[in-house]
């Protein structure tokens, strides 16, 4: 809801004005600046407004950045088809939409995080666990297993789309894996043995596919987790 202060904000298109205005065109400057890029008087400069009168709306800059992020998640939700085949090609299909919404919004990945607190973030958590629900796992570990998939869409995407934007913005996703594939090559292989041997594999891997290795992995265990093995 928007902020009630003393007086509604006047000039240019201030009385037309809305959060939802405002972060949409926010998505939009942060796709195209990214994070570093986005200012409250360019963004006022996009909608015809003074800056004064996104303060109505949004206390800073990060308030703006999460809800902004929370839009993004929103979209991705919006876009999963539902698959009707089982709730675990639900929860994969889910994930996948995630995680390729992150990957076109790059700057939103460190943003989504649990525990889920804005309204996209919840809607996410509410239908990973409505989910799961629909699975063989015991209701006593509906919120385990729930929260362990959550946090792996959430974090597992921020881990794979993020660190490269953190660095100038010249700096593409190849050439920080590059640099970063050097680095593990110049390691001693006494020490690092698995580190050397994969420097190639870092720079030429496929980040969905590794998105989608790991899910899958943490997906195929709903059946353990279902089925606990009985006490020795």
Same mark, same amino acid.
């Given at each position: 809801m928007?902020? +009630?202060?003393?007086?509604?904000?006047t000039?240019?298109?201030?009385g037309?004005?809305?959060?939802?205005?405002?972060?949409?065109?926010?998505?939009e400057? %942060?796709d195209?600046?990214?994070?570093?890029?986005?200012?409250?008087?360019?963004? &006022?400069?996009?909608?015809?407004?003074?800056?004064?009168?996104?303060?109505?709306?949004?206390?800073?800059?990060?308030?703006?950045?999460?809800l902004?992020?929370?839009?993004?998640?929103?979209?991705?939700?919006?876009?999963?088809?539902?698959?009707?085949?089982?709730?675990?090609?639900?929860?994969?299909?889910?994930?996948? &939409?995630?995680?390729?919404?992150?990957?076109?919004?790059?700057?939103?990945?460190?943003?989504?995080?649990?525990?889920?607190?804005?309204?996209?973030? %919840?809607?996410?958590?509410?239908?990973?666990?409505?989910?799961v629900?629909?699975?063989?796992?015991?209701?006593?570990?509906?919120?385990?297993?729930?929260?362990?998939?959550?946090?792996?869409? +959430?974090?597992?995407?921020?881990?794979?789309?993020?660190?490269?934007?953190?660095?100038?913005?010249?700096?593409?996703?190849d050439?920080?894996?590059?640099?970063?594939?050097?680095?593990?090559?110049?390691?001693?292989?006494?020490?690092?043995?698995?580190?050397?041997?994969?420097?190639?594999?870092?720079r030429?891997?496929?980040?969905?596919?590794?998105?989608?290795?790991?899910?899958?992995?943490? %997906?195929?265990?709903?059946?353990?987790?279902?089925?606990?093995?009985?006490?020795?």
């Open positions: 928007p902020r +009630t202060r003393g007086r509604a904000p000039g240019g298109r201030a037309a004005l809305s959060r939802e205005m405002i972060v949409g065109a926010a998505v400057l %942060l195209e600046h990214g994070e570093r890029g986005l200012t409250f008087r360019l963004l &006022a400069k996009a909608l015809n407004t003074g800056p004064g009168a996104l303060y109505w709306y949004v206390s800073n800059k990060d308030e703006l950045v999460a902004a992020a929370d839009q993004v998640l929103g979209d991705a939700l919006a876009a999963d088809p539902r698959p009707q085949d089982g709730a675990v090609p639900g929860l994969r299909a889910l994930a996948v &939409a995630v995680f390729d919404a992150l990957v076109r919004h790059p700057w939103a990945a460190s943003h989504v995080n649990a525990p889920a607190t804005l309204e996209n973030a %919840l809607r996410l958590l509410d239908r990973i666990g409505t989910l629900v629909g699975t063989r796992v015991p209701p006593e570990r509906h919120f385990a297993v729930s929260t362990a998939i959550s946090y792996y869409v +959430t974090g597992v995407s921020a881990q794979i789309v993020a660190p490269h934007t953190d660095l100038d913005a010249a700096t593409s996703r050439a920080f894996l590059l640099h970063t594939a050097e680095r593990w090559s110049e390691l001693d292989p006494a020490d690092h043995p698995f580190l050397v041997r994969a420097a190639k594999d870092l030429d891997h496929d980040d969905r596919d590794q998105f989608i290795t790991g899910l899958d992995m943490l %997906l195929g265990g709903l059946s353990t987790t279902a089925d606990p093995p009985p006490p020795a």
